[in-house]
Nanobody, 122 residues
Framework: QVQLVESGGGLVQAGGSLRLSCAAS????????MKWYRQAPGKQRELVAS???????YYSDSVKGRFSISRDNAKRMVSLQMSNLKPEDTAVYYC????????????????WGQGTQVTVSS
């Protein structure tokens, strides 16, 4: 069974930094991409950043220049370094990955973590 586990969320002051991590584990053959989404209260879920395991990255305009996504292919892990945090960054952050499972009947599927709360106060 494939599982994604996020860590690193918490309460920080505006202007501070946090580093979120997401580790994929289980019967994994390969990972196509890993992404970070977030959902604030009363708002729709939005894509924050993504990275292909070939290295190409994407950032939403609201976080560009402040957030940085990186990955460790060998460890099957993705991180989101968040700097100069703003109150509007407050949200539940979710890790998403497209993964090829291993073994009999292997297939590509999207998986989601449980989410980690990030709260930024002023």
């Amino acid at each position: 069974q494939v599982q994604l586990v996020e860590s690193g969320g918490g309460l920080v002051q505006a202007g501070g930094s946090l580093r979120l991590s997401c580790a994929a584990s289980g019967s994994i053959n390969a990972i196509n991409y890993m992404k970070w989404y977030r959902q604030a209260p009363g708002k729709q879920r939005e894509l924050v950043a993504s990275i292909l395991f070939g290295g190409a990255t994407y950032y939403s305009d609201s976080v560009k220049g402040r957030f940085s996504i990186s990955r460790d292919n060998a460890k099957r892990m993705v991180s989101l370094q968040m700097s100069n945090l703003k109150p509007e960054d407050t949200a539940v952050y979710y890790c998403n990955a497209n993964i090829l499972s291993s073994g009999l009947g292997a297939s590509w599927r999207d998986y989601w973590g449980q989410g980690t709360q990030v709260t930024v106060s002023s």
